[in-house]
């Protein structure tokens, strides 16, 4: 056969990053730094054998697949490939069509257009009664804040107290009048 085998690549496991990036401790001693080296070197020798014998093996599953098999294998991926494009650009055109914000097109997962756009539509819908809402500006609240001159009432004195009942005064301690005599700041 013509082919060659392509080999799988194997990534190294990484049990213990921290103690391969940190130099040896200096209370393992002379013995300790070199058991540690001899082990390193080990696991680097290990690891390679490992993925030898996973090239080696995946070369003897591909030897064993005929040349129909292997073909269908690759036009699968092929239509698998293509058809993830398709819907790709489709979820594209539709979301450019409908001005869909790029941070919803994420969102949009239907796979025939119609369903597309109905998903984009009501996403579209969300989003813009979400954002309205947190544009609108507050009301102000008439209880807060300095009151208009117009609506204040008069400030009264020690003097104008002398002339009235205590009715008077209570109703006129109460609607404000006295704040400034007693010096109750508003």
Same mark, same amino acid.
């Given at each position: 056969?013509? !082919?060659?085998?392509?080999?799988?690549?194997?990534?190294?496991?990484?049990?213990?990053?921290? /103690?391969?990036?940190?130099?040896?401790?200096? =209370?393992?001693? !002379?013995?300790?730094?070199?058991?540690?080296?001899?082990?390193?070197?080990?696991?680097?020798?290990?690891?390679?054998?490992?993925?030898?014998?996973?090239?080696?093996?995946? *070369?003897?599953? %591909?030897?064993?697949?005929? !040349?129909?098999?292997?073909? *269908?294998?690759?036009?699968?991926?092929?239509?698998?490939?293509?058809?993830?494009?398709?819907?790709?650009?489709? #979820?594209?055109?539709?979301?450019?069509?409908?001005?869909?914000?790029?941070?919803?097109?994420?969102?949009?997962?239907?796979?025939?257009?119609?369903?597309?756009?109905?998903?984009? =539509?009501?996403?579209?819908?969300?989003?813009?009664?979400?954002?309205?809402?947190?544009?609108?500006?507050? #009301?102000? %609240?008439?209880?807060?804040? *300095?009151?208009?001159?117009?609506?204040?009432?008069?400030?009264?004195?020690?003097?104008?107290? %002398?002339?009235?009942?205590?009715?008077?005064?209570?109703? /006129?301690?109460?609607?404000?009048?006295?704040?400034?005599?007693?010096?109750?700041?508003?």
């Amino acid at each position: 056969m013509s !082919e060659t085998a392509t080999e799988p690549v194997v990534e190294p496991v990484a049990d213990a990053p921290v /103690a391969d990036a940190v130099e040896p401790a200096a =209370e393992l001693g !002379e013995a300790g730094k070199k058991a540690l080296a001899a082990e390193r070197a080990a696991r680097k020798t290990a690891e390679k054998s490992a993925a030898e014998l996973l090239a080696r093996v995946q *070369a003897f599953e %591909d030897a064993d697949k005929s !040349e129909t098999e292997k073909a *269908a294998a690759r036009a699968e991926a092929a239509e698998k490939r293509a058809a993830e494009a398709e819907a790709k650009a489709m #979820r594209v055109e539709v979301a450019d069509e409908l001005n869909v914000p790029k941070e919803l097109r994420k969102f949009l997962t239907a796979t025939d257009e119609d369903s597309l756009r109905s998903q984009a =539509e009501e996403l579209l819908t969300a989003f813009t009664a979400a954002t309205a809402a947190s544009r609108t500006t507050p #009301r102000p %609240d008439p209880t807060q804040g *300095a009151k208009p001159a117009s609506a204040a009432l008069p400030q009264l004195t020690s003097a104008d107290a %002398d002339g009235m009942t205590s009715e008077q005064i209570i109703a /006129a301690r109460r609607a404000g009048q006295f704040d400034d005599l007693l010096r109750i700041k508003t």
